[in-house]
């Protein structure tokens, strides 16, 4: 079966591939998922933008991944989350919620499939978030959440 990818599936490609597949892997859990999509000529047409969307965000090579790896490891990243008495959290911290605190922090655009965060975080505190830039370079920041509103 071939397919398109939607998303970054782990041996297998990134968002844009056109891959070929065994029909039962593809139809039971690909295409469910919306983790891609089947092969036509019309979908084949939006490849390019999932590419071109693709493009924008990737890091270019891996001097430019070194570069945001250093500009990363210097941010304070502060999340402020509501939080119960003794600091347990409303919830917990997502990696949407994460990047947009990198962001508010002066720090570079992520990826948020890119963060590999300690488990779930509920609980305020100091916590070691991973970024996984390129094949080669992973970035560790701290992420500090306090408790707020």
Sequence with gaps: MK???TQEVSGLGSPGDIVEVKDGYGRNYLLP???AITWTKGAEKQVTVIRRAREA???RDLGHANEVKAQLEG????LTARAGNGGRLFGSVTPGDVVNAVRAAGG???DRRRLELPGTIKSTGSHQ???KLHPEVT???DLK???GK
């Design 75 to 78: 941010l304070t990243v502060n």
């Design 108 to 110: 570079p655009s992520l």
């Design 129 to 131: 978030v991973r970024v």
């Design 33 to 35: 998922q919306g983790f």
């Design 145 to 147: 959440v306090v408790p």
């Design 139 to 141: 970035a560790r920041f």
């Design 57 to 59: 965000r990737e890091i």
């Design 3 to 5: 397919i398109i990818l």
